[in-house]
């Protein structure tokens, strides 16, 4: 700027780098705050699930115990639980797709670069849920699959 004009005063001199950076950090910040708010309410999901399963497993546990008693072994009891967990979140999967689906005029304007159709970011929204929600049903499951039938049918 000197050799240009040597007696017009510069100030706040910037690098491109610097500025372009300076106008990223808003979108920036937001983003982090979503994907924040996103991997907590995925946790809270499969938390519920697996508090949800670990309830149906305590419930049932006389049901449990009599089939292994009639002769369950307890791959099946697993196949019970995850079968069940499986058609719980199978439900709720296709109930948010939908509502997505419906709500893309809403979603339109909230969303930045992603369309309300975009197969990739729903497909990759219902892969985190389903992770989340087998890495929940795991341990009712494996707590399913260790009942005794002569512990379950004692009375309490």
Request: hydrophobic share 55%; glycine share 10%.
């Amino acid at each position: 700027m000197k050799s240009l004009d040597p007696g017009r005063p510069f100030f706040g001199a910037k690098m491109v780098a610097d500025a372009m950076d300076a106008g990223l950090d808003q979108p920036r910040l937001n983003a982090t705050v979503i994907a924040t708010f996103a991997a907590a309410a995925l946790g809270l999901a499969a938390l519920g699930l697996y508090g949800l399963l670990m309830l149906l497993v305590t419930e049932r546990r006389r049901e449990l115990g009599v089939r292994i008693a009639l002769g369950a072994t307890p791959a099946d009891l697993v196949r019970v639980v995850v079968g069940g967990a499986g058609r719980l979140v199978g439900v709720g999967m296709s109930v948010g797709v939908v509502l997505t689906l419906v709500a893309a005029q809403l979603l339109r304007s909230l969303l930045f670069g992603v369309a309300p159709y975009d197969a990739l970011a729903v497909s990759g929204a219902v892969a985190a849920l389903g992770t989340a929600a087998i890495l929940a049903a795991a341990v009712p499951a494996r707590h399913a699959s260790r009942v005794s039938a002569m512990e379950s049918m004692r009375t309490p």
